[in-house]
């Protein structure tokens, strides 16, 4: 079993900066591949970055601005998140699943999920 625990999220105004973690606890295989997800009221859930391994994939709205990296010792993915907008007001989700999801930021692809953190930008 996988369990997903995030932190970093708050509040900052339009054009600075967040780091979100996501810390990984359980069984732990070399083949898990792991994403960010984001959910703003009233909208569906939406893959914002996915990485496992060295690759890496983002959502057209987050590229140049938000990058996905890993550090394995730590059992931690990271979401640094520059330039915010108003528009990336949400919940943030990490999540994980153990086999290569046909489409990286499908979000039915996912087994595990964290519980999120909340991430407000005002403008």
């Known amino acids: 079993q996988v369990q997903l625990l995030e932190s970093g999220g708050g509040s900052v105004q339009a054009g600075g900066s967040l780091r979100l973690s996501c810390t990984v606890s359980g069984y732990i295989p070399s083949w898990l591949y792991m994403g960010w997800f984001r959910q703003a009221p009233g909208k569906e859930r939406e893959g914002v970055a996915f990485i496992y391994d060295i690759s890496t994939f983002y959502a057209d709205s987050v590229k140049g601005r938000f990058t996905i990296s890993s550090d394995n010792a730590k059992n931690t993915v990271y979401l640094q998140m520059n330039s915010l907008r108003s528009e990336d007001t949400a919940m943030y989700y990490c999540?994980?699943?153990?086999?290569?999801?046909?489409?990286?930021?499908?979000?039915?692809?996912?087994?595990?999920w964290g519980q999120g953190t909340q991430v407000t930008v005002s403008s």
């Open positions: 999540a994980a699943t153990y086999g290569a999801p046909p489409v990286p930021l499908e979000k039915a692809s996912y087994s595990y």
